[in-house]
């Protein structure tokens, strides 16, 4: 007597979903490649990103809720390579706005724990 064995179904080859680029709207304009811009864009990030610039955003689950912090250079760097403009204008940005950007990158870096 042989066993039934499980029927296989296809799965249709879908591509994830692409996630739109981030834009921000910038309090205080500041300089990118001789130019200035009022709003930065950032797109999606990727493992080679986390590789070079590191993890920008550390929890510590010791606390309830966990605590969220930004490793302020690693941020940083990550802003730089993610909107494609130089170190010197993420730098310039308002604190308001580099913590603005910063928040709206987190999610990026926050793992899916449901």
């Keep these: ?9 296809a799965v249709a080859d879908e591509a994830p979903p692409q996630i739109k680029p981030l834009t921000f709207k910038l309090r205080k304009p500041v300089d990118a490649h001789g130019e200035k ?7 999606e990030p990727t493992g080679a990103d986390i590789e ?3 993890l920008p955003v550390n929890i510590d689950f010791a606390f309830d809720p966990p605590r969220i912090e930004f490793d302020a250079r ?3 760097a990550m802003m730089s390579m993610l ?13 308001k706005d580099w ?3 910063a928040w709206g990158l987190a999610s990026f870096f926050i793992p899916d724990l449901v």
Excluded: N
Excluded at 1 to 9: D, F, G, N, V, Y
Excluded at 84 to 95: D, G, K, N, Q
């Design 83 to 95: 909107a494609a403009v130089p170190p010197s204008t993420i730098r310039a940005l308002a604190p």
């Design 1 to 9: 007597m042989s066993e039934a064995k499980p029927k296989l179904e």
């Design 52 to 54: 070079a610039a590191g």
């Design 37 to 43: 811009i009022s709003e930065i864009t950032f797109r």
């Design 74 to 76: 690693k941020m940083s």
């Design 99 to 101: 913590s603005t950007c």
